[in-house]
C-alpha cells in the first residue's frame, strides 16, 4: 500500500538528514534528492514534493534478527570447541575441532594460511554475530537515543560491511565435505556434533545476513538528525 500524508509521515525523508552510508535517489518526475532508507513492508516512498513513488524495500525486522542472533551465538561455541572431523586409520582415532586445525597449519609453516583459517572461521564470524546481536540489543532498548548510545551504534555500523568481508564460514564447510570424500579411500572420516553445529551456524549466520538491512539500521539513526 502508499503511504501519503504530510512530510512527517515515515515514507518522507529530510534530503539534509542522510548519514553518509546512506544512498540517495532522484524523483524521476522532478529531480528532488531523497535520502534512500528501508520501509517497513508494504509501504512505498513518496517524493515530499511531487508525491511521485520511488521504491519499495522491505525493512529489517529487529525481532527476527535478534532471535538469529542469539541462536548463532549458543552454536558458536560448540561448533568452536567441539570435533568437526573424526579420522579412524589403522587402528588410530584422530579428532580435530576448528581452532585447532588452524594452529596446525600454522605449525606445519604456513601461518599466513593458518592466521586466514584462524580469522575466516573463528574470529570474523563470533566478531560479527556479536556486532549485529550488540545494534539488535541498542535498538530494543532505545539505547540509540542516547548520545553515547549513537556513537556505539555508528561505529558498528561502519564495520558491519568489514566484519562480513572477514567471515568465510561457507568455504570451511564447503572443505569438511571435500576432505571426507578426498580421505574416504583410505580412512574412515566421521562427521562429530561439531561439524552439526558448525553448519547450522553458517546456515544462521546466512539467513540473518539475508534479514538484515544496513540501511534500516542507518535510518534509526536519522530519525534524530
Known sequence: MDTRGNDDSPSHYNRNSAS???ALVLCRACDLAVSRRALPSGVRAICPRCKTPLYDTPYCAIDGVLAMCIAALILYIPAMLL?????????????????QGALAVADQGYWVVGLAVLIGAVVGP???ITSIFAQMLIIKTHYYRRPSGRRILVVLLRYHKLLSQLSM????????LVTSFQLS????????????????????????LREYKLEHMWGYLNEFE
Open 169 to 176: 564460514l561457507e568455504i570451511y564447510v564447503i572443505s569438511f
Open 126 to 128: 563470533g566478531l560479527l
Open 83 to 99: 570435533p568437526v572431523l573424526e579420522m579412524h586409520f589403522i587402528g588410530s582415532v584422530r579428532t580435530t575441532t576448528v581452532w
Open 20 to 22: 553518509p552510508n546512506c
Open 185 to 208: 579411500d583410505f580412512a574412515d572420516v566421521y562427521f562429530g556434533m561439531g561439524t552439526f553445529c558448525f553448519t547450522m551456524l553458517f546456515l544462521i549466520v546466512l539467513f540473518m
